[in-house]
């Protein structure tokens, strides 16, 4: 996958990118179409947010950029 990016960014002319990664870890219980599956546990970076839906929430953009500065 790295490589394909990597390709993506020249093929653009992107000088310098910066990559934001994410880990399912060795295996994830689907949460279902409902959400009905999803666990409890919640992301300290983002209260309220758990590891099935922090790509959906808007505040995590303006987190990460955080690091990045």
Known sequence: MA?????LVRHLGIGRVDVMGYSLGGGLRDGGWDGSGR???QLAILPGVTHCSIFADPLLAVV???FLD
């Open 3 to 7: 490589d394909d990016i990597a390709a």
């Open 39 to 41: 666990p409890n546990a």
């Open 64 to 66: 990460a950029t955080r």
